[in-house]
C-alpha cells in the first residue's frame, strides 16, 4: 500500500510528458488517477502505461479551454470518485515573436494556459474544500516565478503569459479559499519534449546546451507534496 492510497487526483494534459509521468508516478503509489486531455491516442497510451499500476484509471477527453469539456469532466469525475487533488498541468507552447504568430495560436496557447486553468480551478474547487485536505496545484515554469526577471525576449509571449498568470491564480485561490492548499512549481527546462521511454541523448538533441530535469524528478516532488512528505510548499522553484 503506498502512502497516497486515499488520494484522488485529477491531471491535466496527462497524454504525454510531465502529466503521463505524474499518473505513473502518483499511481505507483497508490493515487487513484483521472487522466484528462484532448489527445485520445496519447491518453489511451498512458492508460496502457498505468497497466497493473495501482488502481485503475479514469481516462477524460476533452479541452479544458472548453467549459462544455468541462462540465462534464467535472461531472464524469464527481459521480466516479472524490477528488482529493487537482493539478493543472495541461499547457501549449508556441516559440517565436508575436508578430511571427498566428491569431489561432495564440488564443489557443492562451485558452489553454489562462482560461482552462481557471475553468478547471472554478470547477474542482467545491469537491477540493469539501475534501478537506483538498490540493490544488498549478504547473508553472521557472521564466514566469515572480523571483524570476521579467524577459519574454528568449521565449513565447502567450506561454508565459500563460505561466505567469498562474502566479495571480494561485494568490487568489489561497484568498478565497483558504481551506484548500494551493501550491505553484516553477519548474526549469524538462524532459517533457521527449517520451519516458527515450534515452538521455535524446534529451540532449531537443534541449541543446540545457540541463534539463528529468520527469522523474519532477514526479517525485509532486507525489511527495501530495503526500504531506517533506517540505510543504506553497510556491517552489525547482532547480535542474
Known amino acids: 500500500m503506498g502512502d497516497l ?62 467549459l462544455d469539456d468541462v462540465r462534464r469532466i467535472r461531472d464524469t469525475v464527481l ?16 516559440a517565436g515573436s508575436l508578430a511571427q ?4 495560436v495564440v488564443a489557443a496557447v492562451l485558452e489553454t494556459g489562462v482560461v482552462g486553468s481557471t475553468l478547471m480551478a472554478q470547477a474542482f474547487l467545491p469537491a477540493l474544500r469539501a475534501a478537506g485536505t483538498g490540493l490544488l496545484l498549478n504547473i508553472g515554469a521557472r521564466v514566469a516565478s515572480p523571483a524570476y526577471p521579467l524577459d519574454v525576449s528568449g521565449t513565447s509571449l502567450p506561454y508565459q503569459t500563460g505561466k505567469r498568470y498562474l502566479t495571480l491564480l494561485s494568490a487568489a485561490l ?36 540545457q540541463t534539463v530535469l528529468p520527469l522523474a524528478a519532477v514526479a517525485e516532488a509532486v507525489g511527495n507534496r501530495l503526500a504531506g512528505v517533506g517540505m510543504r510548499w506553497e510556491e517552489w522553484v525547482l532547480s535542474s
Not at 510531465?18 to 499511481?27: E, H, P, S, V
Not at 459521480?79 to 508556441?94: E, G, M, R, V, W
Not at 504568430?101 to 489561432?104: C, K, L, N, Q, Y
Open 174 to 209: 489561497r484568498q478565497e479559499a483558504p481551506d484548500v492548499a494551493v501550491a505553484t512549481l516553477y519548474l526549469p527546462p524538462i524532459g517533457s519534449a521527449v517520451d519516458l521511454d527515450d534515452p538521455p541523448e535524446a534529451l540532449a538533441r531537443a534541449y541543446p546546451g
Open 79 to 94: 459521480a466516479i470518485a472524490a477528488p482529493t487533488a487537482l493539478i493543472n498541468n495541461a499547457s501549449q507552447f508556441a
Open 5 to 66: 492510497e486515499d488520494a484522488s487526483v485529477v491531471i491535466t494534459g496527462a497524454s504525454r510528458g510531465l502529466g503521463r509521468a505524474l499518473a505513473l508516478a502518483l499511481a505507483r503509489r497508490g493515487a487513484r488517477t483521472v487522466l484528462v486531455a484532448r489527445d485520445e491516442a496519447g491518453i489511451n497510451e498512458t492508460v496502457r502505461r498505468l497497466g497493473g499500476e495501482g488502481k485503475e484509471p479514469v481516462a477524460l477527453v476533452g479541452s479544458i479551454a472548453n
Open 101 to 104: 504568430m498566428s491569431p489561432e
